[in-house]
């Protein structure tokens, strides 16, 4: 049984950016905080984007300067960047590891980026260089790599084209992303192991949205076939505002929550995991996507004293 996985956690980013309450800095410093106590291993502070199209995200730079000294060892702070301009933000400000992709949906593209599949994939390989010279990690992903809630069906040979163009750029942490949740346990199977045909040495990744409710089968999925990156969301929350029906990420308790009852990745403190989720329910005054902030874990049932 694999048990190396690496947990992505993106609610500070993804898990934010569509809220309309926008988040004080020393909020999101307090939760990232009580992130990095539980075992999380990378933490996606933010986005380098347009303060005035993202406002939750005007403060990102700010967050990478107050926790990149003071971080445990054991964590990685991933940004995510969509132009030079935010990589060069993110590299002035210590962001370890940057984040970035190409969508494989024209409308999705345009709609994210202004800019064509074509346009987008030579800038971002051109950033993605920039940030391996400067000796970062990388992670590329393929944005609405299942399924556009514009366009319907994306044709596979499209994102593997994309992904060629990473791996010819010399990137090997690739990401798939099903922005719209359109992906199905068998499609997440297929569309991976062609990936793995392709490469070796490729570390995946995924992220997968909870739009129809498939979001954990998929994980499970997606782990089966090799997957060792899984970007999810404190809580459930998050949702690409340029998609057509936006949704939830798959929650990051929830997620650990299902490893830890197949005996994987049992080091994550899932209770202070749970705890986090409840504040930011308390602080947005709803309830959350996720299973277990309602249901608590059952763990306890099952493991030995």
């Known amino acids: 049984m694999r048990k190396d996985i690496i947990i992505h956690e993106v609610g500070l980013r993804d898990g934010l950016q569509s809220e309309k309450t ?32 993202v406002p939750q995200m005007a403060d990102t730079d700010s967050l990478f300067n107050s926790l990149k000294d003071r971080k445990p060892s054991n964590v990685i702070l991933s940004g995510l960047v969509l ?29 994210n980026t202004g800019m064509s599949v074509d346009e987008a ?45 990473y ?26 192991s062609k990936i793995s045909e392709l490469e070796k040495n490729i570390e995946l990744a995924c992220h997968f949205h909870n739009t ?15 997957v060792k990156y899984f970007e999810t969301s404190f809580g459930g929350l998050g949702g690409c505002p340029f998609t057509k029906v936006p949704a939830g990420n798959v929650s990051t308790e929830d997620l650990v929550h299902s490893f830890q009852r197949m005996g994987v990745r049992e080091d994550i403190k899932l209770e202070k995991l749970i705890e986090i989720a409840k504040d930011l329910s308390s602080f947005f005054g709803r309830e959350l996507p996720g299973y277990i902030i309602k249901s608590g874990s059952i763990l306890k049932l099952y493991r030995k004293e």
């Not at 307090?30 to 996606?44: F, S």
């Not at 800038?123 to 992670?139: D, H």
């Open 212 to 226: 129809y409710g498939l979001g954990l089968a998929n994980c499970y999925s997606a782990w089966k076939v090799g």
């Open 83 to 111: 132009n030079e301009k935010g990589f060069e933000r993110g590299l002035s400000c210590g962001v370890e590891m940057f984040c970035m992709g190409v969508s494989a949906s024209e409308t999705h593209s345009m709609k």
């Open 22 to 53: 926008i988040v004080p800095t020393e909020k999101k410093i307090e939760w990232a905080e009580k992130l990095m106590e539980t075992g999380i291993d990378i933490i996606q502070l933010g986005s380098f984007v347009n303060p005035e199209k």
């Open 121 to 165: 994939l030579k800038r971002i390989v051109k950033i993605a260089k920039m940030a391996m010279e400067s000796g970062k990690r990388v992670q590329a992903s393929v944005q609405s790599a299942f399924g556009c809630g514009y366009e319907g069906p994306v044709d596979e040979e499209r994102v593997l084209r994309i992904v060629e163009k």
């Open 167 to 192: 791996l010819e750029a010399g990137i090997r942490n690739i990401s798939l992303a099903d922005t719209a949740g359109h992906a199905t346990p068998l499609q997440v199977e297929r569309l991976f």
